[in-house]
């Protein structure tokens, strides 16, 4: 993916997409929708170090079909600045670095959590509020994990989003890390998306 990204040419006009806030999906789109999740914006200007994204303003509309019912349907507008937010920047790909250095990267700063520090109330948990607030917890669940050590394997990855249910996923955790323990002395690792 990041060689493919490598490739990609940026220019005044495109379309950009932002994503949202688990906090901030737009209910309005169906599930599996990827407006659900994905603010749309205009890329409005770019940079040797960077580009910037205005997202687009929505503005609902409402058409009256001969039968009497009524359609609500969600505009974006692109013309002048008048349909046009605040502009979020961000370093355009081929200047961060090539795909193999993102890869490097990752493995020197791959973190994982050990079993003792994740909990059900963890699986439940979401980062939601002010930024503030979101900036704490976060660095809260940074400190949970630690850098993987030289050489080691982290025991398994762990795909996890706030919406899953916790009590499906908690009890069968609990078995594998204490079969883990009885298999090989320690509970297991984690590497948790």
Known sequence: MASLLDQCQLAVGQTGWLHREACDQDTTYPEGSHCRHWQK???DEVGTGEFGVKLLRQRRSTRLHASGARTSILR???SGQQGLQDTAHYPPIAARSTSWEHLEKAHQTLRCIEWQNITKELMTSAICGTAADKESETHQLFEMSRPRQPGERIDYF?????HDDAEAKWNPLQRLAENFK???GSYPTFWFD
């Not at 762990?158 to 706030?162: A, I, R, V």
């Open 182 to 184: 009885v298999q090989s």
């Open 76 to 78: 974006s507008s692109m």
């Open 158 to 162: 762990m795909s996890h989003s706030w």
């Open 41 to 43: 914006g205009c890329i």
